[in-house]
Structure formats: C-alpha cells, structure tokens
C-alpha cells in the first residue's frame, strides 16, 4: 500500500490546536508561514511516499554488505538515489542555522518530517537522522575552525555523521569507556580504540563521514566526568588523506537491515577536540536530547504506517457476519472491521498515534519557542517542558509505536506473520527504538532521577502549571474530570517519589516506569482534551472538516474510556514501592 501522509491530521493539530500557525509571527521564524508549512507537509509527503518508500523492502531484503578486503560497506538498491533526492530537496537542511547553508525553519517541522521518513524507511532516514544530531553537538560546542571545516558539508548532506560512544563493554554507563585520546604537536589528537553498533559508520551514500567520539584523555578520571568529545573525519578535510577509523564489520540484527551498524576501529585516527576536555558528555547529550526525541519520531512513524495497513486490510478481509447481521449481504462474509474486537485493535492504533502525535508536536512547538520567544519567561517555561518530555517523547513513542505495529500485525491474522505484508518488518523495524538511545528503562531514570529535582523541581512544576491552568481557564474542556483525576494521580505520584526517593534512591528505580507511563498518559490527556474541544467548536462554526473533527471527539471518548483509565494502576504501582522488586534473594530466581 503506498504511504499517505497524514497531512489533515498535521495541518490540524499545527494550526487549529498547537497554534503554530503563529510562529512566523516570532523573528526568527518569519519565513515560517502558514502556506510555507502546509508546503512543506504537502511535499514531504510526496517523498516520503514517492521516494523513499520504494527503497524499504529492497533494504530490508538485501541489507547491507561488507567488503572485508576494502573495509567498506555497500548500501541496498536504491538507497544512493533516494538519499541523492532527499538531499537535493534541501531536506538535510531544514531547520539548520541559516548561517551554514540551513534554511532555519522551525524544529516542529522537522518532526513533521521525521515521522514521514520513519513511516517510509526506518534505515534510510538513519543516515541523514544520525547527522543531523552531529550537526547540532558542533554548532553548539565546537570551535569556530570546526565548525567552518565541517558544518555546511554535513548540512547539505554531502557528508554525513555519526554517534560514537558505545563499546563493547559499556552502553548505558558510559563511565567504562576505554578508547583514548592522545595529544599531538599539531594540537590535534591520535585516537585508539573499538566502538560498536555504530550506526552510519561506514556506507557508500556520501564522499566523507566525520564522527563523534566519545575517548578518554591520558590521566582523565575513570568515570563521565573524564570523558571528551573528539570530532573523527573519515577522511582529513585539508589534504584528503584516509584517516584510520576503519570498519571492522557489520552487526546481523532483527530489524533496520539497510541501516548500517558497524564496528570501527580507530587506529591512532586524527582527532579534534569539540568543547573542553573532560567535558565530552555535556556536548553528547546535546546529541542525544536531539537524538531522543528523534527517535521518538521513528516509533510513532512506524506505528503509523502500520495503522494505515492494517486499516486498508480490515475494510478488505471477509471474514464472518456482523454480531448484528450481514454488513455486506452480497459477499460471502462481513469485512473483518465490522467486529467489535478487530475495532478494538484499530480504534488503540488510531488514537493513540494521534494522541502520541500531539505530544511529539507540542514537545516540538515549545522547543521552537524556548529558542525563538522574544520573553524570556515564555522561552524557560518552554524549555522547562522540552526537557522533561524529551524522555518522555522518546520512551512513550516507542513502546506504544511499537505496540501499535504489533497490533497491526494482528489485526492481519496470518498474513500479519508472512513476509507477503509490510507488518512483520515494521514490528522488526520498530524494536531497535526502545534500546537504542538510551533503553526506554534509561528514559524513565532520567525523568525521575534526574529531571525531577532539577531546578530544584521546577520543571515538573511548570508542567503542573500548564496541566491545571487549563483545567481551570476552560470549565467547559471535553473530558474535564477524568483529565482531573489524572492530573490529581500525577501529582500524587510526584509527591510520593518526592517523600520517598530521597530516603531511598532504590524507590525511584522501582517507580520510573510506570512514573514516565503516567506522565505521558497525562500529558496525553490534555491534549486530546485540546482537540475535542478544538472540534467541538469548528463543528459549532460550521468549520473545517467534519469527518476529521467528528473522528477527533469519537477518538478523544475512546481516550478517556478505555486508555486514560491505565493512570490508576500505575499509580499504585508507584506508591505499592519496591518491596516485590527486591525480596528475592540469589537463591530463589531459579529456585
Ligand atoms: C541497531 C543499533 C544501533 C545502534 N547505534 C548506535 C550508535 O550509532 N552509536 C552508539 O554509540 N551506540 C549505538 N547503539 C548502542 C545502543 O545505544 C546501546 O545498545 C544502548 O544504549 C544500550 O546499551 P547496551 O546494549 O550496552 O545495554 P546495557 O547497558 O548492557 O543494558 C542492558 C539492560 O540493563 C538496563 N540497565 C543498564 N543499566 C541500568 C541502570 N543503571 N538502571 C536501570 N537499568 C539499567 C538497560 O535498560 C537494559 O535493559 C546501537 C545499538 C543497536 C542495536
């Protein structure tokens, strides 16, 4: 089935719910119009579907290939011109700074975007996804020399960049890192040592790749706080010299086979500083906030595309009469989407993408707005929620889009299974996204055990602030007391991590899960909340689309009564404590 943006639900949630209509109404955004907007959706749809989705099967099938003579990788059919395309179209471009060859629109858009390119092929929106996060780590700490040498190239995607921290010995704590940095004369430095499940480290897409590299300098402590970024070009920008960052293999995995992940081996390879020394994991979370909510994008991406599936089948598929008598008189049987349960499956794909949707561009708007709003109360408000929803973004879109494929695949029955239908790649595709930057487990202490107490709690407070500031301007809001009671769970759970987390850093671990869960659910809430009552009133006017805007308030009931309702559990998971998790002793799990 070809893909189908979903452009009226976009144009939507920008312009009638989110307001980011108005964006162009800040300085920075001023070439952000409306018009421009719904181009921009309007065109990438057209990619996305025209372009890219061709290339996805062919990837999945053929993979990538090492050359072990040449430590070089070859890209599946069709990968070259489609990333060829996606670069000529400005793509790589578009919300990168004005002053390196960017175009400089606003972040939502390029979540927009993401989703689009995630729906089509996963792997191949890697290579241009990994850069892009490259891109902002050096804009934001490297020299002005690095970033003339390196910044245009990787924004027009002539090259492209790479993520380099994780090794064989370490993922999550980063802390064990080994590859070291030396110093040479030249002020440059001479890195040694393994990295894997590099994603983009070697490929044949582009002329140079420069990497990011997490090492450790002679005599820097053993821990985070000793670790520095180094920028690692494939090949040396001055004289073209082949740098020795070699490729010693590619990883077989489950999923995202035309997305090349590589051990590299860097062989004394010539390297640059980017930020302090010591201070590698300031600049690299830079990369991995941008990168979270990236991958935010690829799981609610692949959740769509496997909507959009599962839908058509379900109209197409006779299977059985309708509980209430024959739908389809005529055929031998009913089409499989007159069955409560089969609604059931499609009714959790739909409203929960739309939901994780508003999340993920409400996440965005506010990004767009803590750089671009002239009051600096509006920008730190705003910047409060970006950082307490970017684990949030990337965890919830994840598990849920992965779920939701899942889902998709069963609403195929067998068909769901065989390689004939898109859904089994799609739920292969979509489980690299709960691990890969940072598990989803990771995400959840960064919410509570970090993102809680900083600024002294201030973050979660201006979320509060939002949460309970339109329960009290809107008395007429869609749902308004089963929102409250989520609300009201949110903030008992907050209390009680906020009473028992500091006595016992162990309760915390036991609560972030279904804390980020209740979060989002929350969150969530609120924004269909929004949009019920946005269609409420464009119905009322006589405006807009009906079919849409009456879908939106049938979806914003399903919400409250079969989704929301998962807030009371997890609260008392939370205040049920760790007890359960920790009693066993070594000796009783295999007992
Ligand atoms: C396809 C693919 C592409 C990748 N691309 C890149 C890339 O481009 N660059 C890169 O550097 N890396 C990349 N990675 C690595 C990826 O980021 C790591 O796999 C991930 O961060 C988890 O690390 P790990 O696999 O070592 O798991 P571990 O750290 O060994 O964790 C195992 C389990 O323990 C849990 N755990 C660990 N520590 C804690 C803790 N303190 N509290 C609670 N739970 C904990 C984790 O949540 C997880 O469930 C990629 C991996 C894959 C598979």
Not at 244 to 262: N, R, V
Not at 404 to 433: K, M, Y
Not at 442 to 457: C, F, H, N
């Amino acid at each position: 089935m070809q893909y189908q943006a979903p452009a009226n639900d976009l144009r939507f949630l920008l312009f009638d719910v989110l307001g980011a209509d108005k964006l162009h109404e800040l300085e920075q955004y001023a070439d952000a119009t409306p018009d421009l907007m719904a181009a921009v959706i309007d065109e990438a749809g057209k990619l996305a579907a025209e372009v890219i989705q061709p290339t996805n099967q062919t990837g999945d099938r053929q993979g990538c290939q090492y050359d072990p003579e040449t430590r070089s990788v070859q890209t599946p059919d069709g990968f070259k011109e489609a990333y060829r395309k996606f670069v000529e179209g400005g793509w790589t471009a578009l919300d990168a700074p004005l002053e390196f060859g960017g175009q400089g629109l606003p972040h939502t858009l390029k979540f927009v975007v993401d989703e689009m390119v995630c729906s089509t092929n996963l792997s191949l929106g890697m290579y241009p996804g990994l850069t892009h996060g490259a891109i902002s780590a050096l804009y934001a700490h490297g020299s002005e020399e690095l970033k003339q040498t390196y910044l245009e190239k990787l924004i027009s995607g002539e090259w492209t960049g790479t993520m380099c921290l994780t090794e064989p010995q370490c993922g999550t704590d980063l802390g064990l890192i080994r590859t070291r940095a030396t110093p040479n004369e030249d002020g440059s430095y001479s890195i040694e040592g393994t990295k894997i499940w590099i994603t983009g480290g070697e490929h044949d897409l582009v002329d140079n790749i420069v990497h990011l590299v997490l090492a450790k300098l002679p005599g820097a402590p053993d821990t985070t706080k000793g670790i520095s970024l180094f920028v690692v070009p494939k090949f040396l920008p001055d004289s073209g010299e082949r740098n020795p960052a070699f490729c010693g293999g590619l990883e077989h995995k489950m999923g995202i086979k035309g997305s090349a992940t590589c051990v590299m081996n860097f062989e004394g390879a010539k390297g640059w500083l980017v930020g302090e020394p010591n201070d590698g994991m300031r600049a690299m979370f830079t990369m991995m906030n941008e990168a979270r909510l990236m991958v935010g994008m690829q799981g609610l991406g692949l959740a769509e595309m496997a909507y959009q599936e599962s839908l058509g089948f379900a109209r197409e598929r006779l299977q059985s009469r309708s509980l209430t008598g024959p739908r389809n008189p005529d055929g031998p049987a009913d089409p499989i989407i007159v069955h409560p349960d089969v609604r059931r499956m499609l009714m959790r794909q739909k409203v929960l993408n739309e939901g994780m949707r508003a999340l993920a561009l409400f996440t965005g708007h506010q990004l767009d707005l803590s750089v671009a709003h002239p009051d600096e109360g509006v920008r730190e408000s705003a910047d409060d929620l970006v950082q307490l929803l970017t684990p949030v973004v990337k965890a919830f879109l994840t598990d849920e889009g992965f779920n939701n494929a899942n889902t998709g695949l069963q609403v195929l029955g067998g068909s769901g299974f065989t390689t004939d239908w898109p859904l089994e790649q799609l739920v292969r595709d979509g489980r690299i996204a709960r691990i890969y930057e940072g598990t989803n487990g990771i995400q959840a202490m960064d919410l509570v055990g970090r993102k809680l107490s900083l600024k002294g709690g201030q973050l979660v407070r201006t979320l509060f602030g939002v949460l309970t500031g339109y329960l009290k301007d809107t008395p007429e809001a869609p749902h308004r007391e089963e929102l409250k009671g989520a609300v009201k769970a949110l903030e008992q759970a907050t209390m009680w991590l906020a009473t028992n987390a500091p006595k016992d850093p162990e309760q915390a671990g036991a609560a972030a899960t279904p804390y980020l869960r209740l979060t989002a659910l929350t969150v969530i809430g609120y924004l269909w909340s929004r949009m019920a009552g946005v269609a409420a009133a464009k119905l009322k006017a006589g405006e807009g689309n009906q079919p849409l805007l009456e879908g939106k308030q049938v979806s914003a009931r399903f919400y409250f009564e079969k989704l929301l309702p998962e807030v009371d559990w997890l609260l008392s998971d939370i205040q049920s404590g760790k007890d359960s998790l920790m009693a066993l002793s070594d000796d009783h799990w295999a007992a």
